[in-house]
């Protein structure tokens, strides 16, 4: 019997038009690989974009035990890391972890279309990275977003009477609670924030930060890891920053917390510049 | 004559308050420096923090010249690359580019905390992203906030705009129109995005993004970062992303768009594993 699947954002939808269409489900297993961040032309031919990203299997009560374990077994030969999710719980999922999160940040960056180009270039570190994906292509997502308009709505509204509550304070700071108020939703915002697995499915912030100063020239960079791979300590992650206008670079080095008093002592002695 | 500066996030109220105070305004010149990312205890005594930073210098009308050249030269001394903005302009500014942005991701953020952990386990990096500066200090945010209320309630009290009307569509995908209206304002936020300058205060988007699949283990980066240097190609800049559930790595080199090719070339000769 052949398999049949599909690799849609949105899962609901695509199971009840099947539905609809009286279509034999047992056969059926929806999927949908989490990789290629929902990007055109990522998923152009590459196998090994699948390696270690989840992939939700999104069974429906019908489809047979045979047709989940050959759609379980394409993700496994893909190398990526399965989720069992049904097709309401899938779309529940996306519209918190991504799909709010595009249209928020698709308004966010909306206010910076008509506004001064001389305030934009303030622009710090916190706009870029919550303006990131809302330069994503707008045909894709409005077929993401009304497959998935419900859901996605339920999420907005509650975010939305969040709002209302925040812009009641902002309007009349003096009263009293206005401050609380808004300090009670920056407060439920870390504890969000906290919940968020990090890459590694750990922590992001179970990481201690080391902060680098180097030149801003080829080599720098490569000299600077390779010490500390010479060191034994391994980076768990990193990230790098240009300063504007000068010509340095400042690479943040990610290690575990209990390697972190060793990273800055043996830089130092290295002659590294430390700078947070 | 003494001058005086402060280095606030918000300047309008400050000067409010001196000239309320009937101070000499002639030797005060406002000053923020735009380091640190306005996290707490980030500027414990480090001058080099702000090498390559924006530092506005919001002289007010009674400034003196020899006041305002004082607070430049500060601010040169230590690296730092001067904007001039008065007072209102510069609240206006970080209205847009910072208080705002950081209100919306605490929201987004909240919406995550009391949701199903299996939920956010889906995470991607679009997520983290949007969200990553809702870990901020709540106390030190409700002070900026109320401080500067009345020019965020005009940039969010705009968003709840755009956001009542994509409820309005999601609540009536099948009617006409609905479709178009969503993308409309994603098609807003790609223009607004596209305003962003990158690190350098060029685009991001100037640069061409080739990842690699390394192993996940120490000195793997450096080996690869060294060959780089070796072919003469200077990073633009950096990522670093883990695989979940796979010992491998996958770094997101920049480089400027002409050397593109050259160095995906140069890589696979020798023998490194181009995936994206």
Redesign the interface.
Known sequence: VAIVTDVASVKATVLSELELLGTDLSRYVGSHP?AG?EQAG?LSG?S??F????W?VSANEASSKSAVDQVEALALDL?A?L?H?NPV?HD???A???H??????????????D??????????????????????D??L??QI??AN??E??K??????A???Q??GS??A?DKAG??AA??K?????????????G???QR??EYAKVTV?IDD???E???L??E??EV???????????????A?GLPELFVMPTVADKLVSELTQRGW?I??
Chains 1, 2 share one sequence.
């Open positions: 989490m961040r990522t590459r090994d974009i390696i270690g990203r989840p939700v190398g890391s989720v999710l719980e529940r999922a996306v918190l972890v991504s709010a999160p595009q249209l928020i940040s698709s308004l966010m960056a909306a206010r910076l279309s506004s001064e180009a001389t305030d934009i270039a303030l622009a710090g570190q916190g706009l870029r990275d919550t303006t990131r994906i809302a330069a994503s707008p045909r997502w409005i977003l009304s308009s419900h996605v709505a999420v907005v509204s509650a975010l939305k969040d709002l209302d925040v812009l902002l309007n700071v206005s401050l808004i300090g939703l920056l407060e439920k915002g870390n504890l969000g924030v906290s919940r968020i697995p890459k590694h499915g992001a912030t100063m020239k080829p080599g960079l490569a000299r890891l390779t500390i791979g034994g300590i391994n980076l768990e992650d990193l990230t790098l920053e240009h300063a504007t206008g000068a340095v510049k700078v947070g």
